[in-house]
């Protein structure tokens, strides 16, 4: 029997990238998973599609969680599928960098929406569930830019420095009910979202990372289920960095 056996999870932005990696692993450990995604309805039904391949259980289910009414549709959709939430993995995000003297309000508001206040919405959401079953495990994706800072990523480190405050006040808020809160913070990972940055700028990063390369999604997803599981029934309020000793 797998160690997640039948657990509800719900991922958001599963749809590509570090989110299809932490579906995927999740399914293959036993979770039945909501495949969430904002405008790649192809891709999340993909992921779905390979979780089914493979005996598990997923459903996709479109939404905006930078929209309350999104996230709550998309508690609703899991819970009339599969009856409950046991894991939520705050994972959608999105960059618009640019120097601050470039930065737009428009830039700063879009980053700030979906990579912070989604992860409010979705939490909102789901939280009633996890308080009455006294069970909850919420993992959200951070950025070591968000401890460290990094030129360019005002709005983005602000956004990922704040889901730190925010998982630690939900470790402090919901301890006694059994949800636990962790910060699973990649450097930098090989997916569509660093896809455009430049040769020139990944050789430097790559000098920076003590293990030499980048991260692979398939890096980040192990610990995300690590934290969903009994083994780290007693870890709460951390940050663990994933990250080849980048923010060492
Ligand atoms: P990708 O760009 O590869 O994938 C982003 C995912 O988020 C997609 O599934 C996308 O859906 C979804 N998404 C974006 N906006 C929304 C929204 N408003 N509502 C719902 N879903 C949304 O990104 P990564 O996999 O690289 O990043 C995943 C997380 O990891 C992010 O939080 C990111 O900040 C963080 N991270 C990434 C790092 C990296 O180097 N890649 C480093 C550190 C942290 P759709 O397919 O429909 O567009």
Redesign the pocket.
């Known amino acids: 029997m797998s160690d997640l056996e039948d657990r509800v999870a719900i991922v958001?932005?599963?749809?590509?990238?570090?989110?299809?990696a932490i579906c995927l692993e999740l399914a293959r450990r036993g979770c039945k998973v909501a495949v969430?995604?904002?405008?790649?309805g192809e891709?999340?039904a993909e992921v779905v599609r390979l979780i089914e391949q493979g005996g598990g259980q997923a459903i996709a289910v479109q939404?905006?969680?930078?929209r309350g009414a999104d996230a709550e549709a998309l508690v609703k959709a899991t819970l009339d599928a599969y009856g409950t939430v046991d894991i939520l993995v705050n994972?959608?995000?999105?960059?618009r960098d640019t120097l601050l003297a470039r930065m737009t309000e428009d830039d700063w508001d879009a980053v700030l929406n979906?990579?912070l206040k989604?992860a409010f919405h979705c939490v909102k959401a789901v939280q009633r569930t996890m308080i009455r079953k006294r069970y909850g495990r919420i993992i959200s994706?951070?950025?070591?830019?968000g401890l460290a800072g990094n030129a360019g990523q005002a709005n983005?480190a602000a956004a990922?420095a704040g889901l730190v405050g925010f998982t630690k006040t939900l470790a402090r808020e919901l301890g006694a009910r059994n949800v636990t809160a962790n910060l699973v913070?990649?450097?930098?990972?090989t997916?569509?979202?660093?896809a455009n940055l430049p040769d020139s700028m990944m050789e430097k990063v790559i000098e920076r990372i003590p293990l030499s390369r980048l991260?692979q999604?398939e890096d980040i997803a192990p610990i995300v289920a690590f934290l969903a599981s009994d083994a780290a029934a007693y870890i709460t309020g951390q940050v663990i960095c994933v990250d080849g000793g980048l923010a060492l």
């Open positions: 958001t932005g599963g749809s590509r990238g570090i989110g299809r969430n995604y904002r405008n790649n891709a999340a939404g905006d969680v930078s994972n959608a995000g999105i960059t979906t990579n989604g994706i951070g950025s070591v830019s983005y990922k913070a990649p450097g930098f990972v997916t569509e979202l660093t991260g999604p």
